[in-house]
């Protein structure tokens, strides 16, 4: 129970490291990434960490 409060607060507090995550993604050999859901705000956020990144989205129609 301890472990799962101190988790908890550690996930909710700790800093994103979105720029960290997305640039070591590209040194592994990742060229390109698809952004699941509404929007492009994270396609815009991987081309400003790497120009060359190749972007593409994913919708799921709830309409159907």
Do not use: C
Not at 15 to 38: C, I, L, N
Request: charged share 20%; net charge positive; glycine share 6%.
């Amino acid at each position: 129970s301890n472990d799962i409060k101190a988790n908890l607060i550690a996930q909710l507090t700790a800093p994103v490291r979105w720029t960290q995550s997305v640039k070591q993604m590209v040194a592994d050999g990742a060229t390109h990434f698809t952004e699941v859901g509404p929007g492009k705000v994270l396609q815009g956020l991987v081309k400003k960490i790497h120009r060359e990144a190749e972007t593409s989205s994913a919708q799921y129609n709830t309409n159907a």
